[in-house]
């Protein structure tokens, strides 16, 4: 069965620009299975309800979780490949002789079930990571400008975190809603 794994940057970005209500007819003409993780469940509905930020939003969002638009994915193997995925990717490029934290956990668990889903894509909006996925040199061009400094390439993680990666094809939340 086809599957798109949502990360929470396109899910927020359908939210305030009020269009969550194209994911029913999208996963209808996409045939196949919208996914979240727990965490991504977690930037999304736990953490906002128990704020007044971003309440509404997540009230909207768990809505979609109980009609089934959007479904929860755990496995054990997303449990253990994430904080490995997040640990690799964490340490691939080096500024000052330390490694640069560029992506989140949240982020990483999409890509571990997308691995182990052996999903069609990712939705997904953070930059750093769809161009890790993509186009890691990018990221070396960005971080040397930024820094003013040489960045080192640990390429054993980078081989790592590609061959994970490699068949993941990622969806910005502005494709999605050139769909509408």
């Not at 982020?107 to 993509?134: H, P, Q, W, Y």
């Not at 971080?143 to 390429?155: A, D, F």
């Amino acid at each position: 069965m086809k599957s798109l794994i949502f990360d929470a940057g396109p899910i927020i970005s359908l939210a305030t620009n009020n269009l969550l209500w194209v994911l029913e007819p999208l996963k209808k003409e996409f045939n196949g299975n919208f996914y979240i993780t727990d965490a991504v469940k977690h930037e999304l509905v736990d953490r906002p309800l128990e704020t007044k930020k971003f309440k509404f939003e997540a009230i909207q969002v768990e809505r979609l979780i109980e009609n089934r638009i959007l479904e929860i994915t755990d496995s054990s193997f997303i449990r253990q490949k994430t904080p490995a995925l997040l640990n690799t990717a964490n340490e691939i490029f080096k500024a000052y002789n330390n490694y640069i934290k560029i992506v989140h956990f949240a982020e990483m668990s999409v890509i571990a079930a997308a691995a182990g889903l052996n999903a069609d894509a990712i939705a997904i909006d953070e930059k750093t990571t769809r161009f890790l996925i993509e186009n890691p040199k990018m990221i070396v061009e960005i971080l040397r400008k930024t820094l003013h400094t040489p960045i080192g390439i640990n390429e054993n993680n980078l081989k790592e975190f590609k061959n994970t990666a490699k068949s993941i094809k990622t969806i910005r939340s502005i494709e999605i809603q050139q769909r509408t």
